[in-house]
């Protein structure tokens, strides 16, 4: 079965920092990994995916994740923080071995950004 | 491709009533998704459907839930003698199937609070 673990349910960095959110992995199958946006009430955006091509994948609003597999990771980066990335970060896996292709979340990595 | 809709945004009900919640995807997706988000925690799935055809339903889905989607186009998620445990944001999300990865698109969701 498919699982997702995302280290640390809150992150502040200061504007113009480093933005590091921690996901790791589980999966009987080589997984397809997104990462999700979710701003205050409203639903999800993808930010990007990894379909196990790349194992750097850019995404929108300059964000990138490096897939590791020795590591089971698929940390979100952006190099430099700006107050509009204050939301909540959401890593997922999908159960592609499954008809459903459902998604199975983490528990959400809530970014503070500094001024 | 207008997206995912979803109707309506907010709803408030007493304890007991029924509550129905449509979802609208995007055109040509095939695939449709429900979703169940409560506060601090990642979405869990709830249901599947392939164009008509409901093909999964998660155990959370206990049988006061009931969901359609008769045509293949949008869907119904129903709620019977609804419980204060049923507050939660209800997301649906689609998919265009076939043989690539079908990310899901979400809607902004339905915020339901059970008085």
């Known amino acids: 079965a498919q699982s997702v673990t995302q280290l640390g349910s809150h992150v502040s960095v200061s504007e113009g920092a480093l933005v590091l959110l921690r996901c790791n992995y589980s999966s009987s199958v080589p997984p397809y990994l997104f990462w999700y946006v979710q701003y205050p009430n409203q639903g999800l955006q993808l930010l990007l995916k990894?379909?196990?091509?790349?194992?750097l994948v850019k995404g929108i609003n300059g964000f990138e994740a490096e897939f590791k597999k020795s590591e089971t990771s698929f940390h979100l980066t952006k190099p430099s923080a700006h107050m509009s990335d204050a939301a909540e970060y959401f890593c997922a896996v999908s159960d592609h071995g499954g008809a459903t292709n459902k998604l199975i979340f983490g528990t959400g990595t809530l970014l503070a950004v500094q001024p | 491709d207008t997206g995912v809709s979803q109707d309506p945004r907010h709803k408030i009900t007493k304890r007991g009533q029924n509550v129905t919640f449509r979802c609208d995807p995007i055109?040509?997706?095939?695939?449709l998704y429900w979703y169940r988000q409560t506060l601090g925690q990642g979405p869990e799935f709830l249901t599947y459907f392939q164009n008509e055809a409901q093909l999964e339903k998660s155990r959370l889905l206990s049988d006061r839930f009931s969901a359609e989607r008769p045509k293949g186009s949008f869907s119904t998620l129903e709620i019977q003698r609804t419980e204060q445990g049923d507050s939660a944001m209800y997301l649906c999300?689609?998919?265009?199937?076939?043989?690539?990865?079908?990310?899901?698109?979400f809607g902004p969701g339905t915020r339901l609070t059970v008085t």
């Open positions: 990894y379909t196990s091509a790349a194992t």
């Open positions: 055109s040509e997706h095939n695939r």
């Open positions: 999300a689609s998919s265009l199937g076939g043989t690539g990865i079908g990310e899901q698109y």
